[in-house]
């Protein structure tokens, strides 16, 4: 099967990453582990080690990390459905 770019597409590629904590974690050990990530995401060598990887280092918290993976699945939903790789 021929890759988007061998169709003449024009593609972008992006990759989401993060992290999640089962369902009925106590709020309290939610916080510690947010604030815990959002600090070592905001070091300046975890940005530009980031970076040397080519990856765009951001940070968002549960819920505009929750609007953008929606985003992204709605986008590729339908990208999908108009190659006709799905109904």
């Given amino acids: 099967m021929p890759n988007t770019k061998e169709l003449g597409l024009e593609t972008e590629t992006e990759f989401y990453s993060g992290f999640i904590a089962p369902a009925?974690?106590?709020e309290d050990i939610v916080q510690i582990l947010h604030d815990a990530i959002k600090e070592i995401m905001e070091k300046e060598e975890i940005q530009d080690l980031m970076i040397t990887q080519n990856l765009a280092p951001s940070y968002a918290d549960?819920?505009?990390?929750?609007?953008?993976i929606k985003a992204a699945s709605d986008q590729n939903k339908k990208s999908m459905e108009e190659l006709d790789l799905i109904k």
Wanted: proline share 10%.
């Fill in 62 to 68: 549960s819920k505009d990390f929750g609007q953008t």
């Fill in 24 to 26: 009925g974690t106590p």
